[in-house]
């Protein structure tokens, strides 16, 4: 049976090796699905929220999924990316302008993280 499971991954960044067995799909800005490609020796490197949120969204994190029918073997290994805990994470100021207004305010990584893993609430927006 086919296993979707849509993720957007919360830190900092996802790097991601995939063997040469398709399956990762990834959801542009317009809001379609799109397969990611395998090419054999290379990485995939997945934007998080918490580094689209430090600049100041100049940077997009994407939603994905897997979709995995089973039928062949597959290898994904996963390396994540996070802030430690206590880390505050705010918008870094040189990527403040007229085109990128402020938009977030300073928070606990920690905070961020336990909102995000609960589904609850976070007052992050300026």
């Not at 054999?40 to 939603?63: H, M, P, Q, Y």
């Amino acid at each position: 049976s086919l296993i979707k499971l849509i993720l957007q991954d919360l830190g900092v960044m996802t790097i991601l090796y995939n063997d040469q067995v398709a399956g990762l799909e990834m959801r542009s800005k317009q809001g379609e699905w799109f397969t990611v490609k395998p090419l054999a020796g290379s990485f995939t490197v997945i934007i998080a929220s918490a580094l689209k949120i430090w600049s100041n969204d100049r940077c997009w994190s994407v939603e994905h999924h897997v979709a995995f029918e089973g039928k062949e073997h597959h290898l994904s290994i996963s390396f994540f990316w996070n802030f430690l805990k206590e880390k505050e994470v705010s918008v870094l100021e040189e990527l403040i302008d007229e085109h990128y207004p402020h938009r977030y305010k300073p928070f606990l990584f920690k905070d961020y993280r336990n909102a995000r893993v609960q589904e609850a609430p976070l007052d992050i927006f300026i």
